[in-house]
Nanobody, 128 residues
Framework: QVQLVESGGGLVQAGASLSLSCAASGRTFSGYAMGWFRQAPGKEREFVAGISANGRVAAYADSVEGRFTISTEYARNTVYLKMNSLKAEDTAHYYC?????????????????????WGRGTQVTVSS
């Protein structure tokens, strides 16, 4: 079965950097869109960053573009989210997710409903 495990969250001060990891087991990345989402108390789950199913296109939410970077390391079957210049508004529970259907699409999926595999998430708290 497919299992996703996030790690790397923690408590940091505003302006600091943090790197999140999502290790996948039970399948390979090839042919599946993947993404990072976050959810803060009282708010809906929102798209943060993603990579298209063909692995060639990355996209980011406007609020994090220029500060966050999504990347993959296929040899370790892991997807990363490098976060720089963290702000208090970045505080949330961060989840990684993978699409359940094989695709050759270059479109980055932004809707949480497009993803079927989810990790438990990791908490990121930024103090100001």
């Amino acid at each position: 079965q497919v299992q996703l495990v996030e790690s790397g969250g923690g408590l940091v001060q505003a302006g600091a950097s943090l790197s999140l990891s999502c290790a996948a087991s039970g399948r390979t990345f090839s042919g599946y869109a993947m993404g990072w989402f976050r959810q803060a108390p009282g708010k809906e789950r929102e798209f943060v960053a993603g990579i298209s199913a063909n692995g060639r296109v990355a996209a980011y939410a406007d609020s994090v573009e220029g500060r966050f970077t999504i990347s993959t390391e296929y040899a370790r079957n892991t997807v990363y989210l490098k976060m720089n210049s963290l702000k208090a508004e970045d505080t949330a529970h961060y989840y990684c997710a993978f699409q359940t259907r094989l695709s050759r699409s270059a479109l980055v999926r932004r809707n949480p409903n497009d993803f079927g595999y989810w990790g438990r998430g990791t908490q990121v708290t930024v103090s100001s």
